[in-house]
């Protein structure tokens, strides 16, 4: 499976989620590629931190910011379980590469009315995406939610009759995941049983539920 997190607004954590799903697949005995679509190249930075850690490497992260994503990440994806590909913000001809290359797109968005608006881009480019790919399938992923918020709750009550909808799986606004960034560890590896590992955990099982 091949599972792509795009958004064209930044900040939205897409670097972080991405790395987080791949960690938990890999922990779980999963074969799983990272591709480090943005520019920035902060997957990279963050398995380079790894590295200097001298922390046991869990998965591949490979750079690949060009726009023939399409043609290379399913080769890549004969020998991995599953590949993610951490999209880049506003780059619209990488954007719809990673379209053409995925199984399923996340879209990583904060509990903000205006995180809505601002994917209106990203959903032009799904649709088109969806004249040569129609099986491809589509979810908002709710990032960064406050605890118990009424803003958090009225976001996914919005996204939940929308096309796509958003995923019942939320990920809180907690510290660890920078603590993780930082670091080159998974929040897993910080706290194995802390809300934020749990939330990652039932965050990729609902992922791989979405193929057949």
Known sequence: MIVALLNQKGGVGKTTLALHIAGEWARQGKRVIVIDADPQGSALDWSEQRSREALPRLFGVVGLARDTLHREAPELARDADHVVIDGPPRV????????????????????????????AEMLKLLDEARIFRPQLVARFALNRCGARTVIARETAAALAEHDPPVLAARIG???????????GRLAAEIGANSSAAREITALSAEIEGLMP
């Open 92 to 119: 619209a001809g990488l954007m719809r590469s990673a379209l053409l290359a995925a199984d399923v797109v996340l879209i990583p968005a904060l509990p903000s009315p205006f995180d809505g608006w601002a994917s």
């Open 173 to 183: 606004q907690r510290v660890v995941f920078a603590d993780a960034a930082r670091t």
